[in-house]
């Protein structure tokens, strides 16, 4: 690997780090798992003046919940620590599915989910899952913290909302209004291949209903896709046969996808619509 | 006395741990980039981003400013030399710099040579050129589209973009026997460009010392010999003043068979810093530039019985070989071995007909686990029979039993000249059936069926021509391609042995001293085995096609056996009686009828130098070197089943089965490995691996994000089964077998997956098959091209 010339630092504390953004803005690039970003400098496709590594700030790891039930995901947290998790396993369908289908292990070891957010590659699991959990993202700056929902973090292809100076200090699910159900569906020609399509469907249920819907896309698109109106025909009553193919046929609608050589447009948008229908179909739930 | 085990001192059927993985597995390789001479300098390429454009300007000059940039190289410079093309081993020219055009995306444009990889890459991206976009080929139909540009208009005299035509058969025989049949099956198709993509890309370390006049040149070749003669009759450097070191290979697969652009920069480079110059493509540069595999189209007719027997086969083959015909193939054949499709079968007549095409893409063709065009020979050849059964209405097994050749028909003549050796057709394919409980699978596939599940069987037999030569159809060069062994057995009874082949994870450090072993009744452990440095080694052509054991390991038995005529002398000698009394066992020579009196190759050795027979030439070595009488043919049965589903196309394997015939096998261990390694990257061009082209020429497949190798993840298990039928002219009777489940085994996969979707409309998906491609012929009942290009353009 032959990148470009780099300056590099590694701030042992969130104010260094915070200080280094500052001084460098533009200039820095966050080195976290670098599953991304050391690809791109070895293309050269990156060529950041400086690249920050963060793995030496401490309090960066976490995987938590509030006791109101809000999941938050520090910068640091590995694919492979939610891919093992029991809490994951227990409580949160949609992620404990999709996290063991990020891209392969040894990506997995190193690589972390807020990073692989912030690269936003429209290819890239967790955007999805995070966008149809309804979650957000907490920047942090110089002026402290600030949410940015996720829905407005991916502004484009490989671009996100950060500002100069701020970096993503973790991922947030916000606490659930019902029972979690729901999973991630990921069509891909190979372990570790980018998805030709990915869906998640995320479901909460309450007295026979459901109360919250999400469904995203991945992979058709310029960007990850958050189908709301295939969701939002699902809120509000049970999950019945016309309303999943309802949403299964406007989550189809939502995706912009592209020929190339993993499939037609029809194709990919058919698997949407299948992929819809079989996340509906195990995100069915007996009457709580 | 009792006479020595064979397979505890690891002969033949011995399946001894591999010697040279006692340094692999430690991380104790010698691979070229672990080649660090001192004042060593750095080289990159700057390659063309476009498929086809006219060069307007070349500015290198912010390259030499940069501090540690020692060189940068432009055609004009190799031109002034007399070096900016080359000729290939296909008789055509290469471009080693473009200087008036690029010709295919990723060509050798500009080569900057620095102090370290990083500079050189600095140097890479301050060079500024300036293009002429030209229309882009992509396809052999757009290459002879009427008013299609002209690809190589530096070639005198080329007036299309035909690049050769070539007929094998007899074609009024053929039209007759058309004329006569019942039925007339037809299938087109297209096996995509795949890439043999080893682990380690291509690369070299040139040292040219001026004060010897010497050069050597360490590099990832698997056929060290040719590279020096090329070099000498190329760039006309004397002979003995050039070495080429081949270090241990990390993959070849064919990839590295071809004199690249990059090995000629590095040895220019070498000439003109006088110092030593190190090139080591990266993978981008690996798959967008160097060999590649396959790339043919084939519109094909078979003439039918209305019984099953097929009368006659016909076959007309486009091979799109990209801007220069650059294959390293060594036959006399135009198109490969092509001709050898149908071997298997008893077929009196048939007509083959083959166009080259230039396009603008990587040049190569015949590379990736092929005997030059074998793979696709036995692919359409088995995709065809499946088409034919399904027309005739008949069971895929029962057709393939009528038209098998029987056990007593051997040796058979071909209608396209091939002398098939030997083989069991019939039994290897009846031990497939069995074992994969053909009869019940039908039963199962048909209840499935009522259920809306779609589950289906594909079988693929066929025989193949292994080991090149023989002498008269065969060169490189107008080198015939024999090959060589030479071995010295120490005063000890320990032993050297080298090859004129080229071991490139086949193991020969390994199976070659096993083949000692069986000769001479030394110990394989006490042979070691050299390869790779035309210093040292014999005169041979290298390892690919499956060669090596045909060919090199028959010269290591007749090396062997002239050491063991020798030894018999000294034995004589030693035992005090005349040598037509002395008869051998194993390890060992005895007095005739007294078997306790004895002298163990190992004494015969000492007394090679210690105590010879008056008049005796010291020493106890020998070299051989063998041109063989015939191809070997070994042959093979794959069956494999899966389901469809039918919502997305999507398909799983649920077994694979394979019998494997390739005579006697000298390492079980190995040959398993051999089998499992082709039976993989046959699942993955099946399934998912291809380089494909859009409309403007930019290669899909230039990385490993888009040109895929399956992981232990997704690789169906194997079930391995073994049927022998002894060579009947190698020495030992051993048969080729590297390559066989990777060109054998593509047709098994695709066969079960178009027998699943069972609907007479869908003759063909071309690979691989993605699930879109599934999908769509569901959809369609209609066949499915994968021809480029691809997407948007």
Known sequence: ????????????????????????????????????????????????????????????????????????????????TLERSALLAAEYPVMAAAAPLVADPMVRSRGTMVGSICHADPQGDWASVLMALGGHIVAMGPRGKRPIAMTDFVVGPFQNALQPGEFAYEAVVPPPVGQR???????????????????????????????????????????????????????????????????????????????????????????????????????????? | MTALDEVKIGGLGASRLRVEDQRFVRGRGTYLDDIKLPGMLYMEIVRSPLAHARITRIDTSKAWQIPGVRLVLTGEMMAQRNLAWMPTLSYD??????????????????????????????????????????????????????????????????????????????????????????????????????????????GAVADFDAGTGKLTVYMTTQAPHIVRAAVALIAELPEHQIRIVSPDIGG???????????????????????RPVKWIEDKTGNLISTGFGRDMYLDAQMALRRDGKILAVRMHADTDQGAFFADAQPSKFKVGLLHSAFACYDIGIGYITAQGHYTNKAPGGVAYRCSFRVTEAMFFQERMMQAAATDLGMDQAEFRRINLRRDVAFPARTPFGFLVDSGQYHKCLQVGLDAIGYDEFRREQAAAREKGRLLGIGISTMTEPLGAGNSRE????????????????????????????????????????QIVAHELGIPADDVVVEEGDTDTAPYGMGTYASRSTPVAGAAVSMAARKVRAKARKIAAHLLEVSEEDVEWELGRFYVRGAPERGASIQECAMAAYSNMPDGMEPGLEATAYYDPPNLTWPFACYIVTVEVDPETGVWDVL????????????????????????????????SMQFQTYDADGNMIGANYMDYLLPTAWETPGFELHEVVTPCPHHPIGAKGVGECAAVGGPAAFVNAVIDAIGDAGVRNIDMPLLPDRVWTALQTRQSVSGAPPVGRS
């Open chain 2, 93 to 202: 020219t290469q471009a080693v710099l473009a200087t008036d055009k690029v010709r295919f995306q990723g060509q050798e444009v500009v080569v900057v040579v620095a102090d370290d990889p990083y500079i050189a890459k600095d140097g890479c991206d301050a060079v500024e050129i300036d293009y002429e976009p030209l229309p882009a080929i992509v396809n052999p139909e757009q290459s002879a589209a009427p008013g299609a540009p002209i690809i190589r208009d530096d070639k005198p005299g080329q007036t299309d973009n035909t690049c050769y035509r070539w007929e094998v058969g007899d074609r009024e025989a053929t039209e007759r026997a058309f004329a006569e049949a019942d039925v007339v099956s037809s299938l087109k198709l297209h096996y995509p460009r795949s890439h043999p993509s080893p682990i380690e890309c291509c």
């Open chain 2, 655 to 686: 077994r694979v089965v394979a019998v494997d015939d390739c005579g006697v096998r000298i390492n079980p261990m190995i040959v398993e490995g051999q089998i499992m390694g082709g039976l993989t990257e046959a699942y993955a061009m099946a």
């Open chain 2, 252 to 274: 070849g697969f064919g990839n590295k068979v071809p004199v690249y652009p990059g090995y000629v920069h590095a040895i220019l480079a070498s000439i003109l810093t006088g």
């Open chain 2, 474 to 513: 065969y060169d490189i060069l107008g080198i015939k391609m024999f090959d060589s062994a030479e071995l010295r057995v120490h005063l000890t009874g320990k032993a050297i042995l080298r090859t004129g082949a080229r071991t490139q994870g086949q193991g020969h450090e390994t199976t070659w001293a």
């Open chain 1, 1 to 80: 690997m032959y990148p470009a010339k780099f300056a590099y630092e590694a701030p042992r504390s969130i104010q260094e780090l915070l200080d280094l953004l500052a001084r460098h803005g533009d200039d820095a690039k966050v080195l976290a798992g670098g599953q991304s970003l050391v690809p791109m400098l070895k293309l050269r496709f990156a060529a950041p003046e400086l690249v920050v590594d963060i793995n030496g700030v401490p309090g960066l790891d976490h995987l938590t919940e509030d006791p109101d039930g809000t999941l938050r995901v520090g910068a640091l947290c590995r694919h492979v």
């Open chain 1, 181 to 288: 159900t729901g999973t991630y569906l990921k069509l891909e020609r190979r372990v570790g291949d980018f998805a030709t399509v990915g869906v998640a469907v995320s479901l909460e249920h309450s007295g026979g209903r459901v109360v919250r819907a999400g469904i995203a896309l991945t992979g058709v698109g310029p960007a990850t896709i958050n189908a709301a109106d295939a969701a939002d025909v699902l809120v509000g009553k049970p999950l019945s046969e016309e309303t999943v193919e309802q949403a299964a046929r406007l989550a189809a609608e939502a995706a912009q996808p592209q020929a190339d050589h993993r499939g037609s447009v029809e194709y990919k948008r058919h698997v949407v619509a299948t992929f819809v229908r079989r996340g509906l179909a195990r995100g069915e739930v007996v009457a709580a």
